[in-house]
């Protein structure tokens, strides 16, 4: 096994074991700063799949904002503390466990996905590409020329966001 | 070769995802759960845009433009829900049910 193979082994366990507890503890406290351990292995394993810039702004956007506004929603409201438990009971549990084994069991048929060969770059473009243009280069530029649609979109869509979020948060128009 | 790999640990991470949002009753934690699922997608799209091509990347920044809208707007969905039934259990949460 390679080092960057035992550094994406050693982040993917810290994910999944991250992901499992985040889904079971009792307080949406402690869920949250589970789910912020999984986005930061997240982050690393980007790295390592050679996304720098992806992996920056995972720890920015996700991580920093996104959980943030996780954990300032659930002070606000007052939810910090561990009540009584909100999960299914036992047999609940069962059968959820269940259907999540199953989707595995389903999905596993992706790990031998192999792209066609006429679509594959050579071994190591991404990383020639990167050390090339810049790690923010390699995303700015397709974003900005075959993808400019998609963004003014987005602009759009999230200045309907601010504004919802506004409106259905205000007490009284 | 990390393809396959990444896309196994995209399955789990997704799985988990699928089952923490029918195991809980907390809509904050569904919502975490939704956003767990969000992750393990992008990671599917890193982990092929190393073989295909860098617009995978674009994608992902893309969802994480929508993910971020989404956070927002369906908290402050569960703001206005806590202020009418003071909690955000779902079971609590049941107007549209005949």
Redesign the interface.
């Given at each position: 096994m390679s080092g960057?193979?035992a550094v994406?082994?050693f982040f993917?366990a810290v994910?999944?074991i991250s992901?499992?507890l985040?889904?079971t503890r009792r307080s949406?406290v402690a869920?949250?700063l589970w789910?912020v351990s999984?986005?930061f292995a997240?982050a690393a394993?980007?790295v390592?799949?050679?996304?720098h810039?992806?992996a920056a702004?995972?720890v920015l956007?996700?991580a920093g904002?996104?959980m943030v506004?996780?954990l300032f929603?659930?002070m606000?409201?007052n939810?910090g503390r561990a009540g009584p438990t909100?999960?299914?009971g036992w047999a609940?549990?069962l059968v959820?466990?269940a259907?999540?084994?199953l989707?595995?069991v389903e999905?596993?048929v992706?790990?031998?996905?192999v792209?066609a060969e006429e679509?594959?770059?050579p071994t190591g473009a991404?990383v020639q590409?990167t050390e090339q243009e810049g790690a923010v280069r390699?995303?700015s530029e397709?974003?900005f020329r075959?993808?400019l649609v998609?963004f003014e979109i987005?602009s759009i869509?999230?200045l309907?966001?601010?504004v919802?979020?506004?409106v259905?948060?205000k007490?009284k128009l | 070769m990390l393809l396959g790999p990444s896309l196994g640990v995209s399955a789990i991470l997704f799985s988990l995802g699928v089952a923490g949002v029918l195991l809980r009753r907390n809509a904050i934690v569904i919502f975490m759960c939704i956003e767990l699922m969000l992750n393990a997608v992008n990671l599917s799209f890193v982990a092929l845009a190393q073989q295909l091509g860098r617009e995978g990347q674009v994608i992902v920044f893309f969802v994480m433009a929508v993910a971020a809208a989404e956070a927002a707007v369906g908290l402050a969905i569960m703001i206005a829900i806590y202020r009418h039934k003071s909690s955000v259990n779902v079971k609590e949460i049941n107007l549209l049910r005949g």
């Open positions: 960057t193979e994406f082994w993917a994910a999944i992901a499992f985040c889904i949406p869920s949250a789910l999984t986005l997240l394993i980007f390592l799949l050679d996304a810039f992806i702004i995972q956007v996700y904002a996104i506004l996780f929603v659930i606000l409201l939810l909100d999960m299914l609940g549990r959820m466990f259907v999540g084994a989707l595995v999905l596993w992706l790990v031998r996905i792209p679509l594959q770059l991404m590409l390699v995303i397709p974003l075959g993808f998609p987005t869509l999230l309907a966001a601010i919802g979020a506004v259905l948060a007490r | -």
